[in-house]
């Protein structure tokens, strides 16, 4: 599973919703989203980084792509040696080893270069982490572009289902772009449990459709879906990185909810809602003080 805290700050930091990756677009947010979501996944798909690669290694990879009946499996192994360089943006140092740099790169130019709807299309099928990561976070939005990727809207529906929740947020970000998806994200929206999914479908962190499904969270029956809303309450409010869309505004019924939780009988639940409580009573005097304004 990806780690929440680490996709919840890539996310935040960006302070911009909807984002798109556009294909060979080097921007800072497309890489600390795939490295948060990708690093966390690789100890569980043994999909990890290939450290140092050699030139016929490389070429191996690149003539797989070639063969329709081989490209997912040389599309994963030029991912795997692009590594970050896959997503750079501009905090990407060089490798130590010039000649290694200059193949990630090389590497990462072979996999835009498959990039087109049938490709990606078998992408978003492939029981690969970061190969169907790829698939979603290439995923065309551009109105220009869009009646040629409407036919694969469904496969990025059924990403909605994913266990992964760092899968289900890139798949709403993209859904938002196709009436399909907007329907689906919309009914989707009430089975939903993951606070930070449902801050990208709302959109904003002061929607009352957000306040509201918050307030759900916290009145769930399960302890952890309890537990990861007063988390992300905390860290949300916490984080001054947090851009000020996604942030989270003051809601009496959220907030009453969390003071209720504070005197729960599980010491690690209570220890949560305290730390939630005591961000939001920051937030409190904020509200009060501007209201008496």
């Known amino acids: 599973m990806v780690s929440n805290s680490l996709v919840t700050q890539a996310m935040f930091q960006s302070g911009r919703a909807g984002y798109v990756c556009k294909p060979k677009t080097k921007l800072a947010l497309g890489f600390l989203l795939l490295l948060t979501i990708a690093v966390s996944a690789q100890v569980v798909d043994h999909d990890g980084v290939i450290v140092k690669f050699t030139h016929p290694q490389l070429d191996a990879a690149i003539a797989q ?97 994913d266990p992964d929740s760092g899968f289900r947020q890139c798949a709403v970000d993209k859904l938002w772009f196709y009436p399909e998806g907007r329907r689906a994200i919309a009914e989707h929206a009430p089975l ?64 009453e909810r969390v003071r209720m939780l504070s005197n729960s009988s599980s010491p690690q639940e209570k220890e949560s809602a305290l730390k939630a409580l005591s961000q939001l009573e920051l937030l409190k005097r904020e509200a009060d003080s501007e209201g008496q304004k």
């Open 192 to 255: 939903e449990t993951d606070p930070d999914v449902l801050l990208r479908i709302a959109r904003s962190g002061h929607s009352p459709n957000f306040y509201r499904s918050l307030a759900r969270l916290l009145s769930s029956s399960d302890l952890k879906v309890r537990e990861d809303a007063l988390s992300f309450i905390y860290f949300n409010l916490w984080n001054k990185a947090t851009a000020s869309m996604w942030r989270v505004g003051f809601n009496r019924e959220v907030y």
């Open 65 to 161: 792509t070639k063969n329709e009946n081989t490209r997912l499996e040389g599309l994963h192994e030029l991912i795997r040696m692009a590594g970050p360089r896959l997503y750079e943006g501009s905090m990407i140092g060089g490798d130590p080893d010039p000649e290694i740099f200059k193949m990630e790169g090389d590497a990462a130019r072979a996999v835009w270069a498959c990039w087109n709807v049938a490709t990606v299309g078998k992408a978003l099928d492939s029981p690969v982490h970061s190969v169907r990561l790829w698939a979603v976070l290439s995923f065309e939005t551009r109105s220009e572009y869009k009646d040629a990727w409407q036919p694969l809207v469904p496969k990025l529906i059924k990403l909605l289902s």
